[in-house]
Nanobody
Framework: QVQLVESGGGLVQPGGSLRLSCAASGGIFSLYAMDWYRQAPGKQRELVAGITSGGSTNYADSVKGRFTISRDNAKNTVYLQMNSLKANDTGVYYC??????????????WGRGTLVTVSS
């Protein structure tokens, strides 16, 4: 069973920083793309940042210049460094990964989320 576990969320003041981690475990051969999504109360889940197996990145316009996504393939882990946090960054942040589980198959897997609250 493949699992993704997010960590690093918490309460932070506006202008502060947090670093989120997402560690994959289980029957993993390798990881393709890994992404961070977030969902605020009453809103749709949105893509925040993504990184391909080759290291190419993309970001939502609202976080460009403030957030950085990175990965450590040896640890099967993806990170999201969040700086200059704003109140509207508040939400549950979810990790998503395309996981290779066999020599010919792969599946999409979601973590359970970690809550980020930006408030003074």
């Amino acid at each position: 069973q493949v699992q993704l576990v997010e960590s690093g969320g918490g309460l932070v003041q506006p202008g502060g920083s947090l670093r989120l981690s997402c560690a994959a475990s289980g029957g993993i051969f390798s990881l393709y793309a890994m992404d961070w999504y977030r969902q605020a109360p009453g809103k749709q889940r949105e893509l925040v940042a993504g990184i391909t197996s080759g290291g190419s990145t993309n970001y939502a316009d609202s976080v460009k210049g403030r957030f950085t996504i990175s990965r450590d393939n040896a640890k099967n882990t993806v990170y999201l460094q969040m700086n200059s946090l704003k109140a509207n960054d508040t939400g549950v942040y979810y990790c998503n990964a395309d996981v290779v589980i066999t020599t010919s198959g792969h599946v999409g897997v979601w973590g359970r989320g970690t809550l980020v609250t930006v408030s003074s």
